[in-house]
């Protein structure tokens, strides 16, 4: 079992900046994947980014250029650095684990964008 807990979300204007963190019950080095994932009513869960054992990140082609997903200290921490942010990006933002023995996801943190 690992639990997950986000925070960092919030209301920001169109154009800002905020910084999500995951904090993970056992270091992100014991799991094969750690990614950011997010949703809006009525849609489905779309991939934000994520994070591999190895250090190798991928993203989501909305967010390119614009969001950062990092391993903190401790090492049980990864952050979501989402800058220049959009009205589009509103959403509920969830940290998902994988790991040899299951999938574990976070109850999420909402993100809202102002026009």
């Known amino acids: 079992q690992v639990e997950l807990l986000e925070s960092g979300g919030g209301l920001v204007q169109d154009g800002g900046s905020l910084r999500l963190t995951c904090r993970a019950s056992?270091?992100?080095?014991?799991?094969?994947?750690i990614g950011w994932y997010r949703q809006t009513p009525g849609e489905q869960r779309e991939l934000v980014a994520t994070?591999?054992?190895?250090?190798?990140?991928y993203y989501g082609d909305s967010v390119k250029g614009r969001f950062t997903i990092s391993r903190g200290t401790p090492e049980n921490t990864v952050h979501l650095q989402m800058s220049s942010l959009k009205p589009e990006d509103t959403g509920v933002y969830y940290c998902?684990?994988?790991?040899?023995?299951?999938?574990?996801w976070g109850r999420g943190t909402q993100v809202t964008v102002s026009s």
């Open positions: 994070i591999s054992r190895g250090g190798q990140t």
């Open positions: 056992i270091s992100t080095r014991q799991m094969s994947e």
């Open positions: 998902k684990a994988e790991v040899v023995y299951g999938t574990y």
